[in-house]
């Protein structure tokens, strides 16, 4: 019998030591956690949420929130950078009398987050740059990278001082178009419709003096991911346990079941009563063809628009319109509806509503103006929505390939972080 020969020991006469003997050298290249910051907006807190929900990091995540100051006088301060906007409040706190100048910050009360996936029940903080970066730094060998991932305009001071803190140690994403100095994140992810200004429609639309603040002023680096719409927690998962937890509600209402989801005008999508006597009559056109109807609303909607929806539908038999409190059917109705009417404020309901593969009206589109456009304007050459005209055949269904935009963002995060030698567990 030929005698078994074993491998010299890593070391020997000058050979690099196999990564399988290197202490930690395994695990400190995958990602297994995640620390998400959101700016008080459940848009961008959701957009997080579905990313590291896509990544498969939602068992293992901490997601801190940056907070101004609120009413009075800082309600005029929203367009500062949020440091400076603090600053000028700790200034006037201590000249003024809160009661008499109207100085008022919001009570720091445990704030509760209850996800459909199984990021389960998390009390946010204000986020703290020196904490997180001493946690990346001193965990980095036993636990393995840290994945940052930030949303809205006042959370990229930190994301970007994180990153430049620990950059060996960390891997920063930030979601939406920071409109500056890219290279102060690892990945940026956008929709493609911020880009709307250097295309030939945005060129003629939108004025040159304001192109600058509307969107970006080159096309996007290599660092940057483009999507059609924004990135959510409603994935197919999430949709299954919403339709088991949902199921006594809604399955025994009469089909089909139309949702009608309500925003609130923006500055690129005004609208206010007119667009509510407008979805009314539509809606009532449309009644004989539904089984049923579930109408919710946004915190953007105006009482104004939603007194009149209430007026109208409050008392009728098809109709249940959601009063606001606790449990938020929601995730429910985008599992058991059949159809979907939704303002074209929202990009967020959109693309919640447009991953299901079910029809999406909207209704209001002619009120939205330059970017606004360009998204509805891809939804509808792709065959994901039709304008809601009150003209539908609720019951005639139609379907299209559902969007997917956390799915494919994933994808291109996990090949970003591959090229630094990580991967994402």
């Given at each position: 019998m030929r005698p078994i020969r074993l491998p010299e020991p890593p070391g020997v006469d000058g050979m690099e030591t196999p990564e399988i003997f290197s202490g930690g050298g395994g695990?400190?290249?995958?990602?297994?956690?995640?620390?998400?910051?959101?700016?008080?907006?459940?848009?961008?807190?959701?957009?997080?949420?579905?990313?590291?929900?896509?990544?498969?990091?939602?068992?293992?995540?901490?997601?801190?929130?940056?907070?101004?100051?609120?009413?009075?006088?800082?309600?005029?301060?929203?367009?500062?950078?949020?440091?400076?906007?603090?600053?000028?409040?700790?200034?006037?706190?201590?000249?003024?009398?809160?009661?008499?100048?109207a100085i008022v910050v919001q009570g720091r009360k445990p704030y509760r987050v209850l996800n459909i996936g199984s990021v389960g029940l998390s009390t946010i903080l204000e986020p703290d740059v020196k904490k997180i970066v001493t946690v990346a730094r001193d965990t980095y060998e036993k636990e393995g990278p840290t994945l940052v991932v930030a949303c809205g305009w006042d959370t990229i001071s930190y994301s970007s001082l994180i990153r430049k803190l620990a950059s060996d140690n960390v891997f920063v994403i930030q979601i939406q178009h920071p409109r500056s100095r890219l290279d102060r994140f690892d990945l940026v992810v956008t929709p493609r419709h911020d880009y709307y200004a250097l295309t030939a429609s945005g060129q003629q639309e939108i004025p040159r003096l304001f192109r600058r603040w509307i969107t970006p002023q080159e096309p996007p680096r290599n660092n940057v991911v483009l999507t059609v719409g924004a990135l959510h927690q409603a994935d197919s998962a999430a949709l299954r346990l919403a339709a088991i937890a949902w199921h006594d509600e809604l399955a025994p209402l009469p089909k089909p079941l139309l949702v009608v989801n309500i925003?609130?005008?923006?500055?690129?999508?005004?609208?206010?009563?007119?667009?509510?006597?407008?979805?009314?009559?539509?809606?009532?056109?449309?009644?004989?063809?539904?089984?049923?109807?579930?109408?919710?609303?946004?915190?953007?909607?105006?009482?104004?628009?939603?007194?009149?929806?209430?007026?109208?539908?409050?008392?009728?038999?098809?109709?249940?319109?959601?009063?606001?409190?606790?449990?938020?059917?929601?995730?429910?109705?985008?599992?058991?509806?059949?159809?979907?009417?939704?303002?074209?404020?929202?990009?967020?309901?959109?693309?919640?509503?447009?991953?299901?593969?079910?029809?999406?009206?909207?209704?209001?589109?002619?009120?939205c103006k330059w970017k606004f456009s360009a998204f509805h304007k891809t939804l509808r050459e792709r065959g994901i929505v039709r304008p809601f005209t009150g003209l539908e055949d609720i019951s005639n269904s139609w379907s299209y390939a559902p969007l997917n935009d956390a799915i494919e963002v994933a994808t291109r995060v996990r090949e970003v972080i591959a090229e630094r030698g990580w991967t994402v567990g």
């Open positions: 695990g400190a290249t995958v990602v297994r956690r995640a620390v998400l910051i959101g700016n008080g907006s459940p848009g961008a807190e959701n957009q997080c949420l579905g990313l590291a929900r896509a990544l498969g990091l939602a068992d293992n995540l901490t997601l801190y929130r940056v907070t101004r100051p609120r009413g009075g006088i800082n309600e005029w301060l929203h367009f500062l950078p949020i440091s400076l906007h603090k600053f000028i409040d700790q200034v006037l706190r201590q000249f003024f009398d809160n009661t008499r100048f925003g609130g005008p923006t500055r690129n999508c005004k609208y206010g009563v007119d667009l509510a006597k407008q979805l009314v009559s539509s809606l009532y056109n449309v009644l004989d063809s539904c089984g049923s109807v579930r109408i919710s609303f946004s915190q953007r909607t105006p009482w104004k628009v939603a007194d009149i929806v209430f007026k109208e539908f409050a008392g009728h038999p098809k109709v249940y319109i959601w009063d606001g409190e606790e449990p938020n059917p929601h995730m429910g109705h985008l599992a058991w509806g059949d159809a979907f009417v939704i303002t074209a404020d929202s990009i967020s309901m959109l693309s919640e509503a447009c991953s299901t593969g079910k029809p999406v009206y909207v209704i209001g589109t002619e009120h």
